[in-house]
């Protein structure tokens, strides 16, 4: 069963907007993270932004933001002023509590193209 | 640099051939993973190495996949008989020890199995 969904296979928006990038996870544990990569067309995955299951607060990264809906089992990531360099893969990626090191399940991936 | 390497960059084998994939991770990182990833999809996991201990080889396809981290630092994937539906990107990643967050990847070996 897939564990991580992100339903949006490819998202368009305008420079300077706000896009918001969907993610809903599967989990059975109490004990949880959740990720948000970027993996621009170079190849390089690049870490974004953390969440806990604990965390009481959303996580914040400069213009990245996680919204975390713990009931909705949702992690959607949210960039503010988009910049054409944002142009690039995203990917939803979640690790369950049963390990001790960040072993992550990954999502399908976002493609989000930033339009002048 | 100072980020993860990894090499080559790309390579192409013919069906049968073994290939052998390297990663450099980043001085003094204790985690060492490494991650196939298919053309339109999200990485999946491979294999885990604290220092040189293969602490988990459950994301491994077949036996014909094997990793190793002797002195742990630099890392080898290696694949023999090398299948088409071995095709795929090799991603390297490494991190301290520990749960407290991303990890630092390298820019991925591009297999080719023709």
């Known amino acids: 069963a897939q564990k991580i969904t992100q339903t949006q296979p490819g998202m368009f928006v305008q420079e300077k907007e706000a896009v918001t990038l969907d993610c809903t996870y599967d989990?059975?544990?109490?004990?949880?993270?959740l990720f948000w990569y970027k993996q621009p067309s170079s190849g390089e995955m690049i870490f974004l932004i953390y969440?806990?299951?604990?965390?009481?607060q959303n996580a914040t990264e400069g213009r990245y933001s996680l919204n975390f809906q713990k009931a909705r089992k949702s992690a959607n990531l949210v960039i503010s002023a988009s910049q054409l360099g944002d142009s690039a893969m995203y990917f939803c990626a979640m690790r369950e509590g049963k390990t001790s090191y960040d072993k992550v399940i990954f999502g399908p991936g976002t493609s989000l193209s930033v339009i002048p | 640099g100072a980020g993860v390497s990894q090499s080559p960059r790309y390579k192409v084998a013919k069906r049968g051939q073994d290939v052998a994939l390297r990663c450099d991770p980043i001085s003094g990182h204790v985690s060492l993973f490494w991650y196939q990833q298919a053309l339109g999809q999200g990485p999946e996991f491979l294999t885990y190495f604290q220092n040189e201990a293969q602490l988990d080889k459950s994301g491994l396809p077949s036996d014909r996949f094997f990793a190793e981290r002797p002195e742990g630092s630099v890392s080898t994937l290696k694949i023999q008989r090398t299948q088409q539906e071995d095709s795929a990107v090799y991603l390297c990643a490494s991190s301290l020890l520990g749960r407290s967050g991303g990890k630092y990847f390298g820019p991925g070996t591009r297999l080719t199995v023709l």
């Open positions: 969440q806990g299951s604990y965390d009481e």
């Open positions: 989990t059975s544990d109490q004990s949880y993270g």
